[in-house]
């Protein structure tokens, strides 16, 4: 087993952080992994993106010409790789951000307002750890339990309270998709 | 230890630390930025640790050298352009007999190039670089692990052969994550050091490279020659996979490895039997261990990220034994493994065996 991700948004929208804790609770659960950022000429306030591999055997190359997987949480991240995703991967769309629809038919788009669930959590910077909620729930790539000890031991060094809200949130987003499928 | 996820850049960083690298200096540059900043932080929490951004390549290079001479455990690191403008100090590095690991973190190039992974520095790497009749031990790591491993290793072999030690890697190696594991490093003892302590210390030592007299100089250079003779017959690395039974080898190295394992791999469920034989030590490159190969292995396919630079020494090596096969994608270029196993399977014939590189 393969599956490459990426993840993609503005810079500050935690875009990075969803592919490291995913790579880390991977890893957690044993397997192979690699995180490989986009790296140098971005800008502050431009957009940022990762590529997450995670294997049961040793992973070739980390980058992904054809991801398995794609979660975008701005306009311009889907225009840039919606064409990539392969065909029956799922396209994850942050729809409180993402108006436009996508012009991919082969793909199982899911569409979370990760920011509105976040906001109405009282933290709108947790939009990325709502997306992180949905996209396990219906990848399974790695268990809740397994996501969240890593989370806790990445964020370690951070208040009680930001671990709290980001639990908080990855449930909201992981119980959305319950509740709409 | 603690199975750590961690960027490339950072693990040399740590690695280095552990292996009691107290001196850092450089000059910031895309993609190795991580390791200063690293050393930044971590020089600083250590008795000692001593952390410099110099104002160019060439007075870190230097800043490396004096704390070489002075006894440190002493690093550098940047990325194509910022390392040739290191090669003079390099060269005074292995003409004084004095220990120094440099890290080069390929890009694209020639010239300024841009900031994308290629292996373009190869020949620059294993035939000195800089002037002057001399080499450098040239390690080719392919994973965060070895990334780990190979930095403590290149303290201990250029303190063990007193000689500048290049890892050589790329700017995906330095930028991707992936889990390591951090080893004890085991401290070895020398029974003879080279230090200059300062006035009051001990006898007198003179550490130059400034030789006037040709025959003096000749001697100097014919003692270096031995001392590169014995890291090639005791310090040479390779590693093979899936080679057993293989009928085609592949032949690449770090990053161009990497990617080699994954087409094997599709190869392999098309019914090509190929196997990999990567270099880990670049020089001394793995010759006689190569040559070996070619004793049942009639074809041979290198794989590099440059246009043809591996290859020279892998026809060195099988010395027309063998048909070779090539494939280069430089310039910033990552080919994905399917990719180069298409390129193979166009070139390679079970029957006629491997398209000769002209």
Request: aromatic share 8%; hydrophobic share 40%.
């Given at each position: 087993m393969m599956v490459k991700t990426i993840f993609a948004g503005f810079g500050g929208q935690g875009v990075l952080m969803m592919g490291f804790t995913l790579a880390h609770g991977a890893m957690s659960a044993g397997y192979h992994v690699t995180f490989l950022p986009a790296y140098g000429a971005e800008v502050r306030g431009g957009t940022a993106n990762c590529t997450v591999a995670v294997a049961d055997e040793e992973i070739a190359?980390?980058?992904?010409?054809?991801?398995?997987?794609?979660?975008v949480l701005n306009t311009p991240s889907l225009y840039t790789f919606q064409n990539r995703v392969a065909a029956g991967g799922y396209l994850f769309i942050n729809s409180s951000i993402i108006t436009v629809d996508s012009s991919r038919?082969?793909?199982q788009i899911v569409k979370v307002p990760s920011s509105e669930i976040a906001e109405k959590l009282g933290n709108p910077r947790t939009a990325n750890t709502v997306m992180m909620g949905a996209f396990l729930k219906k990848t399974g790539l790695v268990a809740p339990d397994d996501y969240l000890g890593s989370l806790e031991e990445v964020m370690g060094s951070k208040?009680?309270?930001?671990?709290?809200?980001n639990r908080r949130a990855f449930a909201a987003g992981f119980e959305f998709l319950e509740e709409s499928t | 230890m603690n199975k750590v996820l961690m960027q490339g850049n950072k693990v040399i960083g740590e690695a280095a630390i552990l292996a009691g690298c107290r001196f850092y200096a450089g000059y910031p540059i895309t993609?190795?930025?991580?390791?200063?900043?690293?050393?930044?932080?971590?020089?600083?929490?250590?008795?000692?640790?001593?952390?410099?951004?110099?104002?160019?390549?060439?007075?870190?290079?230097?800043?490396?050298?004096?704390?070489?001479?002075?006894?440190?455990?002493?690093?550098?690191s940047s990325s194509s352009p910022g390392i040739s403008l290191k090669q003079e100090g390099i060269s005074s590095l292995a003409a004084c007999q004095l220990p120094a690991v440099i890290v080069n973190m390929m890009r694209g190039g020639p010239g300024l190039g841009n900031i994308s992974p290629a292996q373009g520095d190869y020949f620059q790497a294993t035939r000195g670089g800089g002037h002057g009749d001399y080499r450098v031990i040239v390690l080719g790591p392919a994973t965060a692990q070895e990334l780990a491993d190979l930095t403590m290793d290149a303290f201990d072999l250029a303190d063990a052969y007193r000689t500048p030690v290049m890892i050589l890697a790329d700017g995906m190696?330095?930028?991707?994550?992936?889990?390591?594991?951090?080893?004890?490093?085991k401290p070895r003892v020398y029974p003879e050091r080279h230090m200059m302590r300062g006035a009051g210390t001990g006898k007198h030592k003179i550490i130059r490279g400034l030789i006037l007299d040709p025959l003096e100089m000749e001697e100097h250079n014919w003692t270096l020659e031995r001392k590169y003779r014995v890291i090639a017959q005791q310090e040479t690395r390779h590693e093979l996979y899936r080679a057993e039974d293989a009928e085609l080898i592949l032949v690449a190295y770090g990053t161009g490895a990497r990617i080699?394992?994954?087409?094997?791999?599709?190869?392999?469920?098309?019914?090509?039997?190929?196997g990999l034989f990567r270099p880990i030590t670049l020089w001394p490159f793995p010759t006689a261990e190569l040559r070996e190969l070619a004793k049942r292995n009639k074809d041979f396919m290198v794989f590099e990220l440059s246009t043809g630079q591996v290859v020279?020494?892998?026809?060195?090596?099988?010395?027309?034994?063998?048909r070779i096969g090539f494939h280069g994608r430089p310039g910033g270029v990552v080919p994905t493994p399917a990719e180069l196993a298409n390129v193979i399977i166009r070139q390679?014939?079970?029957?006629?065996?491997i398209a000769e590189h002209q």
């Amino acid at each position: 087993m393969m599956v490459k991700t990426i993840f993609a948004g503005f810079g500050g929208q935690g875009v990075l952080m969803m592919g490291f804790t995913l790579a880390h609770g991977a890893m957690s659960a044993g397997y192979h992994v690699t995180f490989l950022p986009a790296y140098g000429a971005e800008v502050r306030g431009g957009t940022a993106n990762c590529t997450v591999a995670v294997a049961d055997e040793e992973i070739a190359s980390p980058i992904a010409s054809k991801p398995d997987h794609l979660v975008v949480l701005n306009t311009p991240s889907l225009y840039t790789f919606q064409n990539r995703v392969a065909a029956g991967g799922y396209l994850f769309i942050n729809s409180s951000i993402i108006t436009v629809d996508s012009s991919r038919h082969d793909v199982q788009i899911v569409k979370v307002p990760s920011s509105e669930i976040a906001e109405k959590l009282g933290n709108p910077r947790t939009a990325n750890t709502v997306m992180m909620g949905a996209f396990l729930k219906k990848t399974g790539l790695v268990a809740p339990d397994d996501y969240l000890g890593s989370l806790e031991e990445v964020m370690g060094s951070k208040k009680k309270a930001i671990i709290e809200i980001n639990r908080r949130a990855f449930a909201a987003g992981f119980e959305f998709l319950e509740e709409s499928t | 230890m603690n199975k750590v996820l961690m960027q490339g850049n950072k693990v040399i960083g740590e690695a280095a630390i552990l292996a009691g690298c107290r001196f850092y200096a450089g000059y910031p540059i895309t993609p190795q930025n991580e390791i200063p900043e690293y050393m930044s932080e971590r020089l600083r929490q250590v008795e000692g640790g001593v952390f410099i951004q110099s104002e160019s390549e060439i007075a870190a290079i230097h800043m490396v050298v004096g704390a070489s001479a002075a006894g440190a455990r002493a690093m550098t690191s940047s990325s194509s352009p910022g390392i040739s403008l290191k090669q003079e100090g390099i060269s005074s590095l292995a003409a004084c007999q004095l220990p120094a690991v440099i890290v080069n973190m390929m890009r694209g190039g020639p010239g300024l190039g841009n900031i994308s992974p290629a292996q373009g520095d190869y020949f620059q790497a294993t035939r000195g670089g800089g002037h002057g009749d001399y080499r450098v031990i040239v390690l080719g790591p392919a994973t965060a692990q070895e990334l780990a491993d190979l930095t403590m290793d290149a303290f201990d072999l250029a303190d063990a052969y007193r000689t500048p030690v290049m890892i050589l890697a790329d700017g995906m190696m330095g930028q991707m994550m992936e889990p390591v594991v951090f080893k004890e490093p085991k401290p070895r003892v020398y029974p003879e050091r080279h230090m200059m302590r300062g006035a009051g210390t001990g006898k007198h030592k003179i550490i130059r490279g400034l030789i006037l007299d040709p025959l003096e100089m000749e001697e100097h250079n014919w003692t270096l020659e031995r001392k590169y003779r014995v890291i090639a017959q005791q310090e040479t690395r390779h590693e093979l996979y899936r080679a057993e039974d293989a009928e085609l080898i592949l032949v690449a190295y770090g990053t161009g490895a990497r990617i080699a394992k994954g087409a094997i791999k599709r190869l392999r469920e098309m019914g090509i039997k190929a196997g990999l034989f990567r270099p880990i030590t670049l020089w001394p490159f793995p010759t006689a261990e190569l040559r070996e190969l070619a004793k049942r292995n009639k074809d041979f396919m290198v794989f590099e990220l440059s246009t043809g630079q591996v290859v020279e020494d892998v026809r060195l090596a099988l010395q027309g034994y063998a048909r070779i096969g090539f494939h280069g994608r430089p310039g910033g270029v990552v080919p994905t493994p399917a990719e180069l196993a298409n390129v193979i399977i166009r070139q390679y014939d079970p029957k006629q065996g491997i398209a000769e590189h002209q």
